[in-house]
Structure formats: structure tokens, C-alpha cells
T-cell receptor
Framework: EDQVTQSPEALRLQEGESSSLNCSYT??????LFWYRQDPGKGPEFLFTLYSAGEEKEKERLKATLTKKESFLHITAPKPEDSATYLC??????????????FGKGTKLTVNP | DSGVTQTPKHLITATGQRVTLRCSPR?????VYWYQQSLDQGLQFLIQ???????AKGNILERFSAQQFPDLHSELNLSSLELGDSALYFC????????????FGSGTRLTVV
């Protein structure tokens, strides 16, 4: 069964304490991996798309990397405004099937001042 | 403002009732996707329309249906509502037939009492 697993489920950091979030996936026909940020009661906000192993993308304090089996979202010197739930999604097309975007359950990040 | 408009923002209704959620995609986007987000399940893909035609189906119940109109707005109809249907319902849009670069709306919070 196609799966996208995010860990940890929740993470508490002190302001300035760098860390990484993990997204592992088991799908066939990977077309792309997406990272989104979601604030409470709001829709997911697009952060990055990664297409192939070895690819990296950066935006401010966030850096996303991709291997063949997982992706990491590295957060460097986080600030309280980085507190949110970070969602990983995998776009794939299984053989004989239609294209799907499958989301993980997210990592809830809290950054304390 | 993401450019994807969802109405209403909140909806409270009784079990057994029927409701309609509306989504206007971002200008120029031809694909519309519907997702359900509940606390324990995360974001679950329901259905996709591309330029008026159903493109892909996910875990959509038979009590639920959707359509996309010639002006590209979409409606999600939920009938015979149950308590377990209470959730956030998100609409997303993208330019192409395949969903690179999804943009999400701010969601409709449905509460079934």
C-alpha cells in the first residue's frame, strides 16, 4: 500500500535550536514530493517541490532535501513564527492507475521564544 | 489570499441533512481537487476535476458527489450527513491536468450536530 509517513508527529524547539523533520514514502512511479506549511484553521501553503533524488531547495530558514526513500525539511535557527504543521505530500502514478497526491499526517512544530 | 475561494467558511448542520460547498479556482487553473481533513486522518483526497470532467477519485463516499461547471468553479455535495462527516473540507487548484503546484483555499469547516 502506498504510504507517506512523517516523523516526529510533534516537535518542540527553542528559538534558534535547529532540527529536521522527516518524510518517508513507499510509492511507485514518484513524480514529485511537496512540502506544505499549514497554520491552524487555514489551508496548506506551498513551500517546495522536489523531483529527483539529490535535489535540494531552500527558502529563508527552511531547506528541503530528497533521497530515493525519504525527504528532510531542515529548519535552521527557527523563530516562533515558524510554528505550524508541516505536511509532506507525494505525487505518483502507480502502474495502470491514475495520478495521486498522497499526504502524510504532518509534523506539528512549536518554537518557543 | 491564495486565489482559491471557498464558501462558506463555516457550516453547522444536523445529521441527515444535505449541504453544498463551493470552490472557485485560481484564475487560469483548470484542475480542481477536493480534500477532507479530520483530526485523526489528515488530508484525504476525495476527487479531482479537470476542465469540467472527473479526472481522479479518491476516498469519496457514495453520499458525496462533486461537479465542475463551465466557468470552472466546483461544488461538493454532501448528503445524508453523519457526525463523522464533521471536518475541514479544502479545495485546491492547479494549472494542468497533473497536479504540480497545488494552491489550496482556506477551507470550509463543516460541523454536523
Amino acid at each position: 500500500e502506498d504510504q507517506v509517513t512523517q516523523s516526529p508527529e510533534a516537535l518542540r524547539l527553542q528559538e534558534g535550536e535547529s532540527s529536521s523533520l522527516n518524510c518517508s514514502y513507499t510509492v511507485s512511479g514518484l513524480r514529485g514530493l511537496f512540502w506544505y506549511r499549514q497554520d491552524p484553521g487555514k489551508g496548506p501553503e506551498f513551500l517546495f517541490t522536489l523531483y529527483s533524488a539529490g535535489e535540494e531547495k531552500e527558502k529563508e530558514r527552511l531547506k528541503a532535501t530528497l533521497t530515493k526513500k525519504e525527504s528532510f525539511l531542515h529548519i535552521t535557527a527557527p523563530k516562533p513564527e515558524d510554528s505550524a504543521t508541516y505536511l509532506c505530500a507525494v505525487q505518483h502514478q502507480p502502474q495502470g492507475g491514475s495520478e495521486k497526491l498522497v499526504f502524510g499526517k504532518g509534523t506539528k512544530l512549536t518554537v518557543n521564544p | 489570499d491564495s486565489g482559491v475561494t471557498q464558501t462558506p467558511k463555516h457550516l453547522i448542520t444536523a445529521t441527515g441533512q444535505r449541504v453544498t460547498l463551493r470552490c472557485s479556482p485560481r484564475s487560469g487553473d483548470l484542475s480542481v481537487y477536493w480534500y477532507q481533513q479530520s483530526l485523526d486522518q489528515g488530508l484525504q483526497f476525495l476527487i479531482q476535476y479537470y476542465n469540467g470532467e472527473e479526472r481522479a477519485k479518491g476516498n469519496i463516499l457514495e453520499r458525496f458527489s462533486a461537479q465542475q461547471f463551465p466557468d470552472l468553479h466546483s461544488e461538493l455535495n454532501l448528503s445524508s450527513l453523519e457526525l463523522g462527516d464533521s471536518a475541514l473540507y479544502f479545495c485546491a487548484s492547479s494549472t494542468g491536468r497533473y497536479g504540480y503546484g497545488y494552491t489550496f483555499g482556506s477551507g470550509t469547516r463543516l460541523t454536523v450536530v
